[in-house]
């Protein structure tokens, strides 16, 4: 092996271990942002569930708009959440309920999610 080919192969030794240790990295922040997301998920549940009577509501939020009615509860309190999400849900003539009501046929999917 001359030096040029040890140069090529230390340098791709050095590459491979920087990108291991990237990956790592990546794994151990991605399993934090699953935890945190975990948690966030289940704390917008129970206030959805225990606070506000919108038991099986939580499927058709988005994690932001999951994180929006936990925000808002724990700024505004439970009766303005309650509201935010009626007036959601009650807007063009109840549309969105309407749109649920029609995917509630089916099992749930990212289709059946409403936007807020």
Not at 58 to 76: C, G, I, M, N
Not at 85 to 113: V, W
Request: aromatic share 8%.
């Amino acid at each position: 092996m001359n030096l040029h080919e040890k140069d090529i192969a230390q340098t791709t030794a050095e590459w491979m271990t920087q990108l291991q240790q990237d990956l790592e990295e990546s794994s151990r922040e991605f399993a934090a942002a699953m935890a945190e997301y975990e948690k966030q998920q289940d704390e917008a549940f129970k206030i959805l569930a225990h606070h506000g009577g919108w038991l099986g509501m939580e499927r058709h939020f988005r994690s932001s708009q999951a994180r929006l009615v936990v925000q808002l509860y724990k700024t505004e309190g439970d009766a303005a959440m309650n509201d935010a999400i009626a007036n959601y849900f009650n807007t063009n003539h109840c549309a969105r309920l309407s749109e649920m009501t029609r995917a509630a046929r089916g099992p749930p999917n990212k289709s059946s999610a409403v936007r807020m």
